[in-house]
């Protein structure tokens, strides 16, 4: 019958957007009760889902301190949303190759881009590589949908831009509008034409159809 307050506190991003916080559990009379956390997953967004599943199990009566470990350990449930490989020269791979919408590319640019950022404050060679491809199912408006892709992340910062499907030429006409360069692949030899260095950081997206996974298991495959 009593109130229950958990907080995450003291909120801290790695270079590959994996948050670390404080998790803290208190109620009324009650000495608070603290464990560290380590997310595994990408994005600070996954802290409020953390914090909430933490109190989900806490009013079960699950200790504070396996909360905590469980949370350590947790990876993503689905294949190939925002999958993150973590390769032995120090570059990481996301693979975000599940699905794709204007929307969805958009978050994933956004996001990996300010991943890229960080790993350059350390590793200030590092590279931002974008491989996406078609969006399908957009109807009339894909043309300029795909070039605003592509212009978008261009104005993001990417090193290098990679397009591949039906409207690679839009993504890369939208990058070039604004002064980028990008360049137009095939599914089975992009990954050999990426020589990844230590802290790069790829994104791969696009949609079902153009089976990008296959090429983020190329560029991890290549790697271990």
């Known amino acids: 019958d009593a109130e229950l307050f958990v907080r995450a506190t003291d909120l801290k991003p790695d270079d590959l957007d994996r948050y670390s916080f404080v998790l803290t559990v208190t109620g009324p009379g009650a000495t608070a009760h603290s464990a560290k956390v380590q997310l595994r ?25 396996t909360v905590a470990a469980a949370l350590n350990q947790a990876t993503a449930r689905a294949r190939w949303r925002m999958e993150l490989h973590e390769l032995p020269n120090g570059a ?22 300010a991943i890229g950022e960080r790993r350059r ?3 200030p060679q590092a590279r931002t590589i974008a491989v ?17 892709i592509g212009q978008l992340a261009a104005e993001l910062g990417y090193d290098e831009i990679v397009a591949l499907g039906e409207h ?18 095939e599914v089975q030899t992009v990954a050999g034409s990426l ?3 230590p802290g790069d950081v790829v994104l791969v997206k696009a ?13 991890v495959g290549g790697e271990e």
Not at 46 to 62: E, F, I, S
Not at 168 to 185: K, P, S, T, W
Not at 207 to 219: I, M, P
């Open 41 to 65: 997953l990408i994005g600070e967004h996954q802290v409020a889902d953390a914090t909430a599943a933490a109190t989900a199990a806490l009013v079960l009566g699950v200790p504070l301190e």
């Open 195 to 197: 020589e990844l260095q």
């Open 168 to 185: 690679a030429q839009d993504i890369v006409g939208g990058a070039e509008r604004v002064g980028a360069r990008a360049r137009i692949a």
């Open 132 to 148: 996406i491809g078609d969006m399908l199912e957009l109807g009339e408006t894909s043309p300029e949908l795909h070039a605003g």
């Open 121 to 123: 404050a350390s590793r």
């Open 92 to 113: 990481a791979v996301i693979n975000d190759a599940y699905n794709a919408n204007p929307e969805s590319m958009a978050a994933a640019l956004r996001a990996v881009a």
């Open 207 to 219: 949609s079902r159809g153009l089976s990008l996974d296959e090429v983020a298991d190329q560029l």
